[in-house]
C-alpha cells in the first residue's frame, strides 16, 4: 500500500521483518561447540595409555604421623633384684587372753593373788566361802563308807547263797550312787576355788572380799603375753606373697623394735574391709612388751625383679590399671605395672621387661601404638632409702 503524507494519521504501518544473516540461530551453535569439547575431553582420556597405579589416600592420622612424628624422652631403665617389702599397721595382742567366771555362787572370803601380779596355772584367784559344801561333802562320803559295808556283806552272803543275785545287784547299785554322791559334792566343794586355767598376768579383778558371786559373773582377766603377737589386716593382693614361716618386723609405739615370723594367716577375709588376719609371733620372755600396742609391721616376703621409675611416669591405662608408657621400636606401649614400694627418690614397679626405654617427658601427649621419635636421657643414680637393692 503507498503512503500518504498528507493523510498518515489514518493509515496503518506495518514492519516488516528484517532477513536473518545465518540460517541457525547463535545459541544452538554454542551449544553445539560445547558439546563436541566434552566429548574430545573424554576421547583423550581413554585413548591415553595411563599405565601408573592411582594411589589410594591415606588416612589424615597416617599422614600426620608420616610428616611430623611426636618427639619423646625416654631413660633406658633396667630391672634389679629388689627385697618385696609390705608395710602394715598392727597391733599387739597377747597370745591367750581369759575371763574367768564363777561357777558356783557365794561370798567371796579372799582374793589370793593381787591385780597385776603374774599367776601361776592352777593358782586360786578367788575364793568363795564353803558354806555347806563341807558338810554336804562330808555326808556324802560317809553314806559311801556305809553302802560300801553293805555292798560287802551281800557280796559274801551271795557267795553262800543266802541271797539273790538281784538283792547283791541292789546292794552294788547303791553304793556306785554313793560314790557319785561323793563325786558330785567334791566338784561343789573345788568350784568355791576360782583357778587360773594357764600361767599368765591378772590383769583385771572387778571384786572386792564380801562381795557375792553370782554363777557366771567373772572373778578376773588373765593374759599370757609370752609369745607376744603383731596382728594385721592385709590387703587380697597382697596375701599371696606373704607364706607361713616369712620373717617380719616391727616398731612399737612405745619406741621397741622387735622381729619374728608369721604363724597365722586366715583363710576367709573381714567382708566389711576384704583384708585377712595375720599374725606375727616374737618372743617376750620378760613380758616388758604391752598388748594392745599401735605398731607398723614390715614383711619381707623375698627378692623379686623389679624396675625403679620417677613417678611421674605412672599412668592409668585405658581399663584403669596402673601404667607406664614405653618405646618399642619407634612405637608407644603401655605396660601395666604394680607398685611395691615407693619414697622420695622414685617408686619400685613390677611388670617391665628386663630393660625398657620409659617415657619420662612427652608421653602424655601420645597414645597405645604411635609411632614416635625419642631421645635417651641418662639415668640418675638415686639412693636406697626405699626399697633394698641386693
Not at 596382728?231 to 609405739?253: F, T, W
Request: with cysteine.
Amino acid at each position: 500500500m503507498a503512503f500518504d503524507s498528507e493523510n498518515h494519521d489514518t493509515q496503518d504501518i506495518i514492519e516488516r521483518p528484517a532477513k536473518r544473516r545465518f540460517g541457525i540461530s547463535r545459541a544452538i551453535v554454542t551449544s553445539l561447540v560445547v558439546i563436541l569439547g566434552i566429548f574430545a575431553w573424554l576421547m583423550s582420556g581413554i585413548m591415553a595409555d595411563n599405565s601408573e597405579p592411582v594411589e589410594m589416600a591415606k588416612p589424615l592420622f597416617e599422614v600426620n604421623q608420616t610428616t611430623a612424628r611426636f618427639k619423646v624422652v625416654v631413660q633406658d631403665l633396667k630391672a634389679q633384684p629388689f627385697v618385696n617389702k609390705i608395710k602394715l599397721q598392727a597391733r599387739t595382742e597377747a597370745d591367750k587372753i581369759v575371763t574367768v567366771s564363777a561357777e558356783t555362787g557365794g561370798t567371796i572370803t579372799a582374793l589370793p593373788v593381787e591385780k597385776g601380779a603374774f599367776v601361776q596355772k592352777g593358782q586360786t584367784v578367788c575364793q568363795i566361802d564353803f558354806g555347806a559344801r563341807q558338810a554336804q561333802l562330808d555326808q556324802s562320803r560317809a553314806l559311801r563308807d556305809a553302802r560300801k559295808i553293805e555292798y560287802d556283806a551281800a557280796v559274801k552272803l551271795n557267795k553262800q547263797g543266802h541271797t539273790s543275785k538281784s538283792q547283791l545287784a541292789s546292794s552294788r547299785a547303791s553304793y556306785d550312787a554313793a560314790v557319785a554322791a561323793v563325786k558330785g559334792a567334791l566338784v561343789e566343794y573345788n568350784r568355791t576355788k576360782i583357778k587360773a586355767p594357764f600361767g599368765g598376768i591378772l590383769d583385771t579383778q572387778p571384786v572386792e572380799i564380801g562381795h557375792f558371786m553370782s554363777i557366771g559373773q567373772p572373778c578376773g582377766t588373765i593374759i599370757d603375753k609370752d609369745p607376744l603377737l603383731i596382728v594385721a589386716y592385709i590387703a587380697e593382693n597382697h596375701v599371696k606373697h606373704v607364706d607361713l614361716g616369712a620373717r617380719g618386723s616391727a616398731k612399737l609405739a612405745t619406741g621397741e623394735s622387735v622381729s619374728g615370723f608369721v604363724r597365722y594367716i586366715a583363710e576367709t577375709p573381714d567382708m566389711a574391709t576384704r583384708t585377712f588376719r595375720m599374725e606375727l609371733e616374737v618372743a617376750n620372755k620378760d613380758l616388758t612388751l604391752r598388748d594392745g600396742v599401735s605398731a607398723e609391721l614390715q614383711l619381707n616376703t623375698g627378692s623379686v625383679l623389679a624396675t625403679r621409675i620417677p613417678q611421674s611416669v605412672l599412668t592409668l591405662g585405658d581399663s584403669g590399671q596402673l601404667s607406664v608408657r614405653v618405646v618399642e621400636g619407634n612405637r608407644v606401649a603401655i605396660r601395666p605395672v604394680q607398685v611395691i614400694a615407693d619414697d622420695r627418690s622414685g617408686a619400685v614397679v613390677m611388670g617391665l621387661s628386663a630393660s625398657e626405654k620409659v617415657i619420662v617427658r612427652g608421653g602424655e601427649y601420645t597414645r597405645d601404638g604411635r609411632e614416635v621419635d625419642f631421645e635417651i636421657e641418662p639415668v640418675t643414680t638415686v639412693s636406697q632409702n626405699g626399697a633394698q637393692i641386693r
